[in-house]
Antibody, heavy 117, light 106 residues
C-alpha cells in the first residue's frame, strides 16, 4: 500500500525557516517525480514544487522561487521541502504527493505550517 | 501561467441527481487535465486523469470529458458521499495550476 507521511510543520515567525519531510513507503520512490501542494486555510489547492525522480530537475511556483528548495533522498525514501524567509501567506497545509506524470495519484495527510509575527 | 476557471463555484443538488462541473483553461492544455475530490479535513483524492480516465477504484458514476480548453466532470447519480469540493488541475505546462474548486452541496 502506498503511504506518504508528512512531518515538520508547526508555528514559525515571519522570516524564519522550516524543513518539511515526507516519508514514502509501499513503492519505489526513485521511480517517480514527487511534488508539494499547499492549501491555505479555507482556500483552494496551490502547486508549490516538483522534483524529478533522480533529483536532477526541480520546478517551482514563482511565489516560492529563491525561498523554497525541494529535494529528495531516494535511499531514505524521503522527500523534503526547505522553506526559508517564510511569510504570512505561506501559512497552509502542505501535502506531498506522488506524481504519475498524468496527475498526483497519491497524497499524504498533510502538515500544517503557520507563519506568524 | 495557465489559469483554470471552474464553474459554478457552488452546486446545490440532491442525492440521485446529476452533477455537471465545468473547468475552462486560459489556453489549451491538450488532454492533460485531472480532477480531484476533497472532503473536509482530508487530502485530495484523484478521480480522473488525462481528461477522461478514471483512477483506480473510482466508481463508474464519475466521468470526465473535454480537450483543449473546455472540460467537464459529470457525476451521473449523486450519492451522499459525493458531496465535496472538486478541483481541476492542468499538467500541460509549468507552473502546474489548479482551478478554484466547485463545492457540491446538498
Amino acid at each position: 500500500e502506498v503511504q506518504l507521511v508528512e512531518s515538520g510543520g508547526g508555528l514559525v515567525q515571519t522570516g524564519g525557516s522550516l524543513r518539511l519531510s515526507c516519508a514514502a513507503s509501499g513503492f519505489t520512490l526513485a521511480d517517480h517525480w514527487m511534488g508539494w501542494v499547499r492549501q491555505a486555510p479555507g482556500k483552494g489547492l496551490e502547486w508549490v514544487a516538483d522534483v524529478k525522480s533522480d533529483g536532477s530537475e526541480t520546478k517551482y511556483v514563482d511565489s516560492v522561487k529563491g525561498r523554497f528548495t525541494i529535494s529528495r533522498d531516494n535511499a531514505k525514501n524521503s522527500l523534503y521541502l526547505q522553506m526559508n524567509i517564510l511569510r504570512a501567506d505561506d501559512t497552509a497545509v502542505y501535502y506531498c504527493a506522488r506524481d504519475q506524470g498524468r496527475a498526483y495519484e497519491s497524497w499524504g495527510q498533510g502538515t500544517l505550517v503557520t507563519v506568524s509575527s | 501561467e495557465i489559469v483554470l476557471t471552474q464553474s459554478p463555484a457552488t452546486l446545490s443538488l440532491s442525492p440521485g441527481e446529476r452533477a455537471t462541473l465545468s473547468c475552462r483553461a486560459s489556453r489549451s492544455v491538450s488532454n492533460y487535465l485531472a480532477w480531484y475530490q476533497q472532503k473536509p479535513g482530508q487530502a485530495p483524492r484523484l478521480l480522473i486523469y488525462t481528461a477522461s480516465n478514471r483512477a483506480t477504484g473510482v466508481p463508474a458514476r464519475f466521468s470526465g470529458s473535454g480537450s483543449g480548453t473546455d472540460f467537464t466532470l459529470t457525476i451521473s447519480t449523486l450519492e451522499p458521499e459525493d458531496f465535496a469540493v472538486y478541483y481541476c488541475h492542468q499538467r500541460n505546462d509549468w507552473p502546474l495550476t489548479f482551478g478554484g474548486g466547485t463545492k457540491v452541496e446538498i
